[in-house]
């Protein structure tokens, strides 16, 4: 794009001389995104995608004639010919950006979605859960600044999630070619985050209980299900799971059981998740009560 062909000579003679051969200075001042020639996106069909990115990162907007160049390499097909490996690398990147809702959005006015799968579209549902999304993400990161996650995971989860079908989804996860890792997190994701979903509809759970369902789930999956789901009591469960309860621990450890007198072996689990339960449940809240737990129920003759 011209506003990529700024350069500033570095040679003692003409140090700082500012080289723009293509207008880009203008192109800069006006807000415009323009490729340098025709064939840009016949070259590399991967810029359209870029051209977005850049177009809704800065306020910007791409060029009439630029727009027609996209249009016709569209409906020429050429980005069927993009291996999935540089198609996740921009859909990763745009997932990455601020707000991604703006690209996904104008992404689809150029028809670009079909190219990811057939039966991907941009509709009133998938521009509410990316927007809820959006919202529970900036939510999360204010409140969490150093809990580490992948963004553009949930962002992915949203973006695919009119597609409905799991068969849909791992076509999708092919056509992309993405790692084993997120594959499975995308796909699996999914299906953790519907299964929890079913087991506490419309009930109120108990700490201990919102703990236990919701440890062994992925941050990605939690943020996800909370921006997805219309039950209110759902979304103050992983409120409290993330603000009051993922981070509770006990402070007793194998060692202190064995010289309480318990013999070593499976119990010192079983101890201490129920010491765990407790602290959730809010039945003890100090080492000297963890003690007296551990006494009161396992060192007389309950074990």
């Known amino acids: 794009f011209t506003i990529n062909t700024l350069a500033i000579e570095l040679h003692p003679r003409a140090f700082g001389n500012l080289l723009d051969f293509f207008e880009a200075q203008r192109d800069i001042k006006e807000g415009v ?14 810029r359209m995608f870029r051209a977005i990115r850049f177009e809704q990162r800065f306020g910007f907007q791409i060029g ?6 996209m249009k016709n390499a569209v409906s020429m097909g050429f980005l069927e010919k993009l291996s999935g490996v540089r198609l996740f690398a921009e859909l990763e990147l745009i ?15 150029f028809d670009l979605l079909k190219f ?3 039966a991907l579209e941009y509709n009133s549902q998938t521009k509410t859960v990316l927007g809820r999304i959006y919202e529970v993400v900036s939510w999360f990161e204010l409140l969490f600044l150093e ?31 993405l790692p084993p890792r997120y594959r499975k997190r995308l796909v699996e994701g999914r299906r953790e985050a519907f299964s929890a979903v079913q087991a506490i509809r419309r009930k109120r759970l108990k700490p201990a209980e919102i703990y236990l369902q919701f440890n062994p789930l992925p941050t990605e999956v939690l943020l996800y299900m909370m921006a997805r789901t219309e039950d209110q009591n759902l979304k103050r469960a992983i409120s409290v799971f993330f603000t009051k309860l993922k981070n509770t621990e006990v ?15 499976p119990v010192y689990r079983t101890v201490l998740d129920a010491l765990l339960v407790a602290h959730l449940d809010g039945k003890v809240r100090t080492r000297e009560d963890e003690i007296e737990f551990v006494k009161g129920h396992f060192l007389d003759g309950q074990v």
């Open 33 to 46: 995104i323009r490729v340098l020639h025709n064939l840009s996106f016949v070259e590399d069909p991967s």
């Open 64 to 69: 009439k004639h630029t727009q027609n160049l």
């Open 95 to 109: 997932l990455r950006e601020e707000n991604p809702l703006s690209i996904i959005e104008r992404m689809a006015e």
């Open 116 to 118: 990811f799968h057939p």
């Open 147 to 177: 809990k580490g996650y992948l963004k553009w995971m949930v962002y992915l989860f949203g973006f695919t999630d009119q597609l409905g079908t799991e068969e849909r989804i791992d076509a999708l996860a092919r056509r992309l070619a």
């Open 251 to 265: 402070s007793l450890r194998g060692r202190d059981l064995q010289r309480m007198g318990l013999p070593a072996g």
